[in-house]
């Protein structure tokens, strides 16, 4: 097995384990805290919109997921410099723009909910915010791949 087989072996392993953490918590986490919520408060719903909000990123990222595993076996085929590699990428790009707006949907409830509540949601609020980040730092990074490989795939059609 030589080196770039055995480096993408690694990273599709790693985004398979990862795959199995998000599907756990969205099938054992999310419904275990709803579950105890209802027990704790009976009659009050306002976990709902977060969970609402969790889902929606978890589906977001299992769709990155899935794209990545596709970019890293055309890599592992020499054919990154293909159409299909261009539209994982953005594809990839619209995911982590739709947990941005999972994100922004909490941070907005959030806020929201501590007017009503008296609660201090500068916690939660600042931890969205650096997963906003740390998503746009990710959606520049495949705005640089994207680019080249853009120009590339035009130009491909006028050397043939």
Same mark, same amino acid.
Do not use: H
């Given at each position: 097995?030589?080196?770039?087989?055995?480096?993408?072996?690694?990273?599709?392993?790693?985004?398979?384990?990862?795959?199995?953490?998000?599907?756990?918590?969205?099938?054992?986490?999310?419904?275990?805290?709803?579950?105890?919520?209802?027990?704790?408060?009976?009659?009050?719903?306002?976990?709902?919109?977060? !969970? %609402?909000?969790?889902? #929606?990123?978890?589906? $977001?990222?299992?769709?990155? =997921?899935?794209?990545?595993?596709? *970019?890293? +076996?055309?890599?592992?085929?020499?054919?990154?410099?293909?159409?299909?590699?261009?539209?994982?990428?953005?594809?990839?790009?619209?995911?982590?723009?739709?947990?941005?707006?999972?994100?922004?949907?909490?941070?907005?409830?959030?806020?929201? !909910? %501590?007017?009503?509540? #008296?609660?201090?949601? $500068?916690?939660?609020?600042? =931890?969205?915010?650096?997963?906003? *980040?740390? +998503?746009?730092?990710?959606?520049?990074?495949?705005?640089?791949?994207?680019?080249?490989?853009?120009?590339?795939?035009?130009?491909?059609?006028?050397?043939?």
């Amino acid at each position: 097995m030589n080196v770039k087989l055995g480096s993408t072996f690694f990273l599709k392993v790693i985004a398979i384990l990862i795959g199995i953490a998000v599907l756990m918590l969205c099938v054992y986490w999310f419904p275990a805290a709803a579950r105890n919520d209802a027990i704790e408060r009976p009659g009050d719903y306002s976990l709902y919109p977060l !969970l %609402a909000c969790g889902y #929606g990123i978890c589906i $977001a990222f299992s769709v990155v =997921l899935y794209q990545v595993f596709k *970019l890293l +076996t055309c890599i592992e085929k020499n054919n990154i410099f293909s159409e299909l590699s261009l539209q994982s990428l953005k594809l990839i790009k619209k995911c982590a723009f739709a947990v941005i707006f999972f994100i922004l949907l909490a941070i907005v409830y959030l806020r929201v !909910l %501590a007017q009503f509540t #008296g609660d201090d949601s $500068a916690g939660p609020i600042s =931890l969205g915010l650096m997963g906003i *980040l740390a +998503t746009s730092v990710f959606i520049a990074l495949v705005n640089v791949l994207q680019k080249p490989l853009k120009s590339i795939l035009e130009e491909q059609p006028k050397n043939d």
